[in-house]
């Protein structure tokens, strides 16, 4: 009799995508975390151009489930839904990426767009782009997020510095900025949660 899937282990469930061997040796090169594994660029650390197929479709699956919820809700209602999307999008990235995203009158995403990409210590955001594709979509509020490669999700005064400066430019077209939320790896770390905004 099969196990229902929820039971399984985190090696047996993804050997039925890979295989049992090759989803240990995965799961080993990735230090057990599943995270790791899928939000790594999987297509050039697996030995086989299958499962490195098998493995980034595995993970654009759970993307778009992610942004489909996203989508359908009030973002206000499932931060764990946002930081869950953003840690796919951005928690393995090997440089700074800047990401917007895009909110109708009832928080629902439009549209989520990485704006900048940078270096692995910082990256030139420019708040005039923001409010300008902001106004192009028609939107009400944003969310903003970045990665730190650095593995340390804690925001630095430069982020402070710009959130302010994009919350300002925003404002004077009536757009909302509800969030800056800062990816490392499998941490997040919200600037509405701390009092940042």
């Known amino acids: 009799m099969c196990r229902p899937i929820e039971s399984m282990s985190d090696a047996a469930l993804l050997s039925t995508l890979v295989g049992p061997r090759t989803a240990a040796n995965l799961l080993k090169d990735a230090r057990g975390s599943l995270s790791r594994l899928l939000n790594a660029d999987v297509a050039q650390q697996v030995p086989s151009s299958s499962v490195g197929a ?46 917007v995203l895009f909110l109708d009158a009832q928080n629902r995403v439009i549209a989520p767009e990485e704006m900048f990409r940078g270096t692995l210590t910082q990256t030139s955001v420019y708040p005039r782009e923001v409010v300008k594709r902001a106004l192009s979509l028609n939107a009400a509020a944003v969310i903003l997020a970045h990665n730190h490669p650095s593995g340390v999700a804690e925001p630095s005064r430069a982020d402070e510095f710009l959130t302010q400066s994009l919350r300002s430019a925003l404002a004077l077209v009536d757009i909302r900025v509800l969030d800056h939320i800062v990816i490392a790896g499998s941490n997040a770390t919200s600037f509405a949660e701390r009092g940042l905004l």
């Open 54 to 99: 098998k493995l980034m479709a595995a993970r654009e699956l759970v993307r778009r489930a992610l942004a489909e919820t996203m989508c359908e809700r009030d973002l206000l209602a499932s931060p764990a839904a946002v930081r869950d999307y953003l840690r796919i999008m951005l928690g393995q990235r090997d440089h700074e990426v800047f990401m």
